[in-house]
């Protein structure tokens, strides 16, 4: 799984809507609540958002049940799916950390209606966010 990552994401972010484009994981994108905490330690945040979203990039799925790794492995396999990660920030707080559509071929998307970036991203969001 390594060999397709092209780059590692430093997250910082004081807008609503930070995304950064990390192929296969599509577009990266922070919840409100996420950037609000992100806001009010930005440094500590950043690192600790920093190296979940690498875990989840390396496989790594953190606190999820076996069920969940399974079908993630499954999906990295297959090149076909949804992704889920559960990490806990040094604050207690659970974050999950989402791929939508890895994998998802160009023949098999809607081009003509919809753009690349709206089949395959990457949310990172606190589960009350779901």
């Not at 990266?28 to 600790?48: D, K, M, Q």
């Not at 499954?74 to 949804?82: L, P, Q």
């Not at 990490?87 to 989402?98: A, N, V």
């Amino acid at each position: 799984m390594t060999d397709t990552i092209k780059t590692s994401v430093r997250i910082k972010s004081n807008t609503s809507s930070f995304a950064a484009k990390v192929a296969p994981f599509g577009k990266l994108i922070l919840t409100a609540g996420i950037n609000h905490h992100l806001a009010n330690s930005p440094e500590r945040v950043s690192a600790e958002l920093t190296a979940c979203f690498n875990r989840h990039v390396l496989g790594d799925w953190g606190d999820v049940s076996k069920e969940d790794a399974r079908q993630n492995d499954w999906v990295v396999k297959n090149k076909d799916g949804r992704l889920l990660s559960s990490y806990k920030l040094s604050t207690g707080q659970k974050i999950w950390i989402i791929t939508s559509g890895y994998g998802t071929p160009k023949s098999a998307m809607d081009l003509e209606t919809y753009s690349e970036a709206d089949y395959t991203n990457t949310v990172i969001m606190f589960p009350s966010e779901y």
